[in-house]
């Protein structure tokens, strides 16, 4: 996966596309942004430049175009998690059930609000998937294993 634990820092890895808390934890999204990865992310790279990109992200040092793959990727598995998993994320769910979260202090988003938000993160999830293999085929002597994989070959004809 292209997040972790151990670069969460207060959430500054996934503020940087989604505007969270500093109190969101690592462990409190992890379970949907491994589930976009999955969904999105591996589907449309494939295991081999999946590896690459998992390899980038671990790696002490990297070369910018490296960094821009690893960051058009978090965007899309961020924004995708968020958008495929917003109804989950919004409620509590232990063995008593599943609960809604409520304060006096804060109130729910009117429905209208909730469904743009959701909008505006599959939009840009998908255009950020977009990007990344845009980036890829103006990079892929770079990312040498992107010009085999069936998904270039497919972009390239259309």
Same mark, same amino acid.
């Given at each position: 996966?292209?997040?972790?634990? /151990? ?11 989604? /505007?969270?808390? !500093? ?15 999955? #969904? ?5 790279? $494939? ?7 998992? *390899?980038?992200? $671990? !790696? ?5 175009? %490296? ?6 990727? %978090?965007?899309?598995? !961020? @924004?995708?998690?968020?958008?495929? *998993? ?7 769910i232990d063995d008593s059930g599943s609960h809604?979260? *409520? /304060? ?9 609000? *909730? =469904? =743009?938000?959701?909008? /505006?993160?599959?939009?840009? $999830? ?11 085929? #103006? ?7 992107? #010009?085999?994989?069936?998904? @270039? ?6």
């Amino acid at each position: 996966m292209i997040f972790s634990y /151990s670069k969460w820092n207060n959430a500054t890895e996934m503020r940087q596309y989604v /505007s969270v808390a !500093a109190s969101t934890t690592f462990e409190t999204l992890e379970a949907p942004l491994r589930n976009a990865f999955e #969904k999105y992310i591996r589907r449309l790279l $494939g295991d081999t430049l999946t590896a690459n990109l998992i *390899e980038y992200y $671990g !790696a002490e040092t990297t070369t910018d175009k %490296q960094n821009r793959f690893v960051q058009l990727a %978090q965007a899309a598995n !961020a @924004f995708l998690a968020f958008w495929s *998993e917003y109804d989950e994320m919004q409620l509590q769910i232990d063995d008593s059930g599943s609960h809604r979260q *409520e /304060s006096d202090g804060q109130k729910t988003p009117y429905k209208y609000q *909730e =469904q =743009q938000l959701r909008a /505006s993160w599959r939009n840009k $999830g998908f255009n950020a998937l977009d990007d990344m293999l845009e980036f890829l085929e #103006k990079n892929d002597t770079d990312c040498p294993n992107f #010009k085999t994989s069936e998904n @270039f070959t497919v972009s390239k004809k259309e």
